[in-house]
């Protein structure tokens, strides 16, 4: 199966600091999406972007499917930010292709 | 739109009973769900694909006994974790992939169960 490296693994930034987070694949994935782990585990949809860019309000990510890695960019960090960011991909086309495979998050804590 | 539940959100037993977790689509069809443990600062390990109306697909390595899984409608899919023991304390967590006039790859998640065995 493919491998997914996120880093950092653990950030930590001032209120209204802009920081970005990567994704890598170690193989082509179909589709990649983006997810916010908040403090009590529930995990909320960011993006699904299979390639090029989408932005909402402070968040945006942008995918090079070709290149095999995503970036989620955070503007203006608020605390409500902290938690722990994921994103996984779904193998090429085939058996089990609708399962993901999830990167071992980033940490983010934002401190006033 | 593309809200899952889970049922219960925490849950305390005894070792040695078994536990039921459902999980919803509340406003769409789902085919395939996906029910995953995480572990304390870990990420989520995929532990078996269910599919409405056939069996459910397990990961290598975990036991489809111990982990019951019936997907009995385009909208609820349960785990039940049978005769538990302090070692099947975690997080699970469901997802759903929507179906029909929805379908797409992205998948949604549920809010988690916390299962705890004494």
């Known amino acids: 199966g493919i491998q997914v490296e996120q880093s950092p693994p653990d950030l930590i930034l001032q209120e209204g600091a802009n920081s970005t987070l990567r994704c890598n694949f170690s193989?082509?994935?179909?589709?990649l999406q983006w997810f916010h782990q908040n403090p009590w585990g529930q995990l909320i949809n960011l993006f699904y972007?299979?390639?090029g860019t989408k932005q909402n309000g402070r968040l945006s990510a942008t995918t090079v499917a070709t290149e095999r890695y995503s970036l989620l960019y955070i503007s203006s960090s608020q605390t409500t930010d902290s938690g722990v960011y994921f994103c996984?991909?779904?193998?090429?086309?085939?058996?089990?292709?609708?399962?993901?495979?999830f990167g071992k998050g980033t940490k983010l804590s934002v401190i006033p | 739109g593309a809200v899952v539940s889970q049922h219960p959100s925490r849950v305390i037993c005894k070792s040695g009973t078994s536990v039921k977790i459902e999980c919803r689509s509340l406003?769409?069809?789902?085919?395939?769900m996906f029910w995953y443990r995480q572990f304390p600062k870990q990420s989520l390990m995929l532990m078996a694909t269910?599919?409405?109306?056939?069996?459910?697909?397990?990961e290598q390595g975990v036991e489809k006994d111990k982990f019951l899984i019936n997907h009995a409608s385009l909208t609820l899919s349960t785990l039940t974790v049978t005769s538990a023991h302090p070692e099947d304390s975690s997080f699970y967590i469901c997802?759903?992939?929507?179906?029909?006039?929805?379908?797409?790859?992205?998948?949604?998640f549920g809010p988690g169960t916390r299962l705890t065995v004494t």
């Open positions: 997802s759903a992939r929507a179906s029909g006039g929805m379908a797409s790859y992205e998948q949604y």
């Open positions: 996984a991909g779904r193998p090429p086309s085939g058996a089990g292709s609708y399962q993901l495979t």
């Open positions: 406003d769409f069809q789902a085919t395939t």
């Open positions: 972007i299979p390639s």
């Open positions: 193989d082509s994935v179909n589709n």
């Open positions: 269910s599919n409405e109306g056939s069996k459910a697909t397990y």
